[in-house]
Every structure is written in structure tokens, then in C-alpha cells.
């Protein structure tokens, strides 16, 4: 048998360390990637091209395959296209609702609101946000078809407006023409036929093809994920992702047969993937269990899946109350957080930590990994009691834009100056006193209108 269940309050420390440490694997890979990100950055196309050879198995001729996937958006097969098409437009607008607008408020200069302070001055206030001008997305590929990957990257950043959106993928002597076609469909500007630590390397840094980004993003193996932390500093990334992983949250209405088909989803991804059901109910317990066991012969990549359940970070996991069962939840901070209970909206109410939750007994997690619309782009090993996904906000920087008037100064000038006195800042004090000094510009410039016009 692949599961056993086991009782959440008789855990030992090392199983609980298991379930909750889980990291993203990098330490083994990292001298090594630091080698291959050392010569991509030192000899470019090069050794960009020599590793492809080594670990690719492939003699790379041109790294930008853009043409070919504006060629293979044709050739692919039209249920194929339209699937692509369909979940791009999902995700297109899920990800438009998110963007934000740039703002400028007037407020009182005496610490509270608007109406605080009227005739003493004015305090214009405001926040506007930017794209980043070129990003590279991540897409694991080769002779795989990864499509939804290419989707989750590319699309967010080309609605929050990024001009130059670079897409890298494993070469391949035959590229997969769906995972070409999914980066013509979501608006890639250029495309490498590059994977690994090398093409992070590339992307960070560039070589005489590729051009240098300014962040990256995207899933891939701990070789990507290992060189992503090698580079950051130098550029920015979206975070450092481990295995896929999975917890369900049942009571005792859920469907064993439900539960054990989404565990298996997540199984299959890698060996060291993590699924976890969690629940009040004894018998659902046993059930997951029997059903897990069961359908796990009828898969093809059953071998991946048993390695997977047989990991000490999976399990199923009994509690003695929901509340139990929540906390449980919340420490583990799951990527992907399946609720299938009777009231799942009281339970989804007292969840702060999670990459992405699936409400309901017809929400699969295989239905935002492609089409639905949010993204599956998540953070792991607990990650998710620090950040979110990626999202339009991965792609924009935020600046803060403020005006004051002669009078507006004034109502602040004393808070400023005895706050950087105190900070033994003097000079700081006297920028803010040389404007009512004589010799100090009038105000007869100043603007008077509220700065509504200016807002986006």
C-alpha cells in the first residue's frame, strides 16, 4: 500500500519536519549551476550553445526560434489551437482585472484625512505604476509540450504592459510545435530555444543573441531554480519553487474517489512531489486511501506516482476536529489548497496561507493549471506565508508622487524639522527651513487645482 493514514496529534518530530520542510532541492545542484551561469555570462552564445549540446543532447543552431513559432501556430492541430486560445483568453482576463490605476488624492497637512486641514495648505498625494521593459518567462519544454506554462508567464506580463517579453524553452531537434504555438498566442516578442541553468544564465546576463532582461520568472527543475537564486541580486526573479505540491482539505461529505484522482494529478508531476489529504472523518480516511491505492495502477506515469506517495512529505492525515485540520492547513501553506467540505466558504474564511485555493467538489486543481484563468505559477514549500503568485504585479513597479504648497509645508515644516533633529540629520531641517527664508521662491507658482486631472 502507497498511503497509510496517519493522526495528525501522534506526528513524531521527524515526520512533522518532513511534511513541513520541504525546500526546493538547489543545494545539491548549486556549485554546478554556478559554473554553467559563470561561462554563459563570461563566453555567451558559446557555452550557451556547448551545454545545450551536453545536457540537451542537441547541436543548436539558431537560439531565436520566433519565426518558428509564428510558423507552428498554423501547423498545429485546430482542437489543439483552439484549447490554446480559449485558456489564453481565461487567463488574459482573469490577469486584466488586476491591473491597477495610478491615483493622486489631496489630503490634509495635519496627519488625518481630507477634509483635516482645509485652508492650511494642501498635501497631493499619490502612487502611479510602470511596467518593467523587458522580462524573460521560463517555460520547461524540449520534447515535452508545456503550453499552460508559456501562458502563465507571458500573459500577465504582456497585460501589465511589458514591451519585451522573452520566452525560453529547452531546444529540442524537433521543437513541440504546441508549446511554440502557446508563446505565439500569448504575445512572446522573441522566443530562445534555450533550457536549464544556461538559459537562465542567458536571460540574466546575455550574450550576443539574447537579450538581458530585467527579471525572471516561470517553473522549471532545480537546475532553473538553482541558477535563478544564483543570479538574483543581478536581476530580479519571482521566487524559488520546489516540487508541486497538493493539500486537501475533506470532510466527511467529500469523495473519497475525488480526492484521490487530485492527489494523482499532482503525483504525477515529479517523484518528490508532496499530496496530503487532511481530514476529520475516519472513514474518508481509509477511503482516500483504498481509493488512491486503486487508481493508481490505471495511470501511465504510474511509477512517478508511487515514488511520489511514498514520499515522506504525503500522506493521509487524520484530525481530531475541522479546526485541527485547519491549523494543520495553515502551517503548511500549501500551493495548491483544495477544499472539499459542506461549508468550504466558512472554511476558506480562516485560510491565510495558500498559493491558490480550489472551493468545491468540481474544481479540480487541473482546472487552474490550464484554463480557468488564475494562474499556476504558485509558490511551494511554504512560500505562501510570504508571498502570493505570480500576477500583473510581478511585472509593475510602483512610484510614489507627492506636491505640497507653501502652506502645505508650513502645517508640516515643524514635524519634519524635530524629527530629523532628532535623527541628528541637520541639513535635512534646513532644506525644509530655506524655503521661507527671504531669499526663497515665491509660491505665486504654486497650482491650485486638486490634481484629479492628473490621475490615470
Known amino acids: 500500500m502507497t498511503l497509510q493514514v496517519r493522526e495528525i496529534s501522534e506526528l513524531s518530530p521527524d515526520e512533522r519536519a518532513a ?24 563566453e555567451g552564445d558559446v557555452a550557451v550553445r556547448e551545454f545545450c549540446r551536453e545536457f540537451d543532447g542537441v547541436e543548436v543552431g539558431n537560439l531565436d526560434v520566433t519565426d518558428a ?23 488574459r482576463e482573469f490577469h486584466e482585472r488586476q491591473v491597477p490605476d495610478d491615483w493622486r488624492e489631496s489630503f490634509g497637512t495635519g496627519g488625518g484625512g481630507a477634509d483635516e486641514g482645509v485652508g492650511a495648505g494642501r498635501r497631493e498625494l499619490g502612487r502611479r505604476f510602470r511596467p518593467l521593459e523587458r522580462v524573460g518567462v521560463y517555460a520547461p519544454g524540449g520534447t515535452a509540450a508545456y503550453p499552460s506554462s508559456v501562458l502563465m508567464g507571458v500573459v500577465p506580463a504582456k497585460v501589465a504592459g511589458v514591451e519585451h517579453v522573452a520566452l525560453a524553452t529547452p531546444p529540442a531537434e524537433e521543437m513541440n510545435p504546441v508549446t511554440l504555438a502557446a508563446a505565439h498566442v500569448a504575445g512572446a516578442d522573441v522566443v530562445y530555444s534555450v533550457g536549464g541553468a544556461q538559459a537562465v544564465g542567458a536571460l540574466a546576463y546575455g550574450t550576443e543573441t539574447v537579450k538581458a532582461v530585467q527579471k525572471i520568472v516561470g517553473p522549471g527543475n532545480r537546475w532553473v531554480t538553482a541558477a535563478k537564486a544564483a543570479v538574483r541580486g543581478d536581476v530580479d526573479i519571482d521566487f524559488l519553487a520546489g516540487p508541486s505540491e497538493i493539500l486537501v482539505l475533506a470532510d466527511a461529505t467529500a469523495d473519497p474517489e475525488l480526492i484521490a484522482a487530485d492527489l494523482l494529478a499532482q503525483a504525477e508531476h515529479d517523484p518528490n512531489s508532496s499530496v496530503v489529504a487532511v481530514t476529520d472523518d475516519e472513514g474518508l480516511a ?5 481509493a488512491v491505492e486503486s ?36 502551517e503548511y501553506a500549501a500551493e495548491h489548497l483544495s477544499i472539499q467540505a459542506d461549508d468550504d466558504e466558512a472554511l476558506l474564511d480562516r485560510i491565510t496561507n495558500a498559493g491558490s485555493v480550489f472551493l468545491g467538489p468540481y474544481t479540480p486543481v487541473a482546472a487552474g493549471d490550464y484554463a480557468s484563468g488564475t494562474n499556476h505559477v504558485l509558490p511551494t514549500s511554504g512560500g505562501a506565508k510570504r508571498y502570493g503568485g505570480l500576477s500583473v504585479d510581478t ?62
Do not use: C, K
Open 19 to 42: 511534511l513541513f520542510d520541504r525546500d526546493a532541492g538547489i543545494d545539491e545542484a548549486r556549485a554546478d549551476v554556478e559554473e554553467i551561469v559563470g561561462r554563459v555570462r563570461t
Open 69 to 91: 513559432a509564428e510558423r507552428a501556430y498554423d501547423e498545429i492541430d485546430d482542437d489543439v489551437r483552439e484549447a490554446i486560445e480559449t485558456a489564453a483568453a481565461n487567463v
Open 286 to 290: 481509509a477511503d482516500v486511501v483504498a
Open 295 to 330: 487508481r493508481t495502477a490505471e495511470r501511465e506515469r504510474e511509477s512517478v506516482i508511487r515514488d511520489a506517495l511514498e514520499n515522506d512529505a504525503s500522506g493521509v492525515l487524520r484530525a481530531r476536529s475541522m479546526s485541527e485540520a485547519v491549523l494543520f492547513a495553515e
Open 395 to 456: 511585472f509593475l513597479r510602483s512610484t510614489t508622487v507627492q506636491r505640497l504648497d507653501r502652506d502645505g509645508l508650513d502645517a508640516l515644516a515643524e514635524t519634519v524639522t524635530t524629527l530629523a533633529e532628532a535623527e541628528g540629520l541637520e541639513a535635512h531641517a534646513e532644506s525644509v527651513r530655506a524655503r521661507f527664508d527671504s531669499a526663497a521662491p515665491s509660491d505665486s507658482s504654486d497650482r491650485t487645482d486638486t490634481g484629479d486631472e492628473d490621475a490615470a
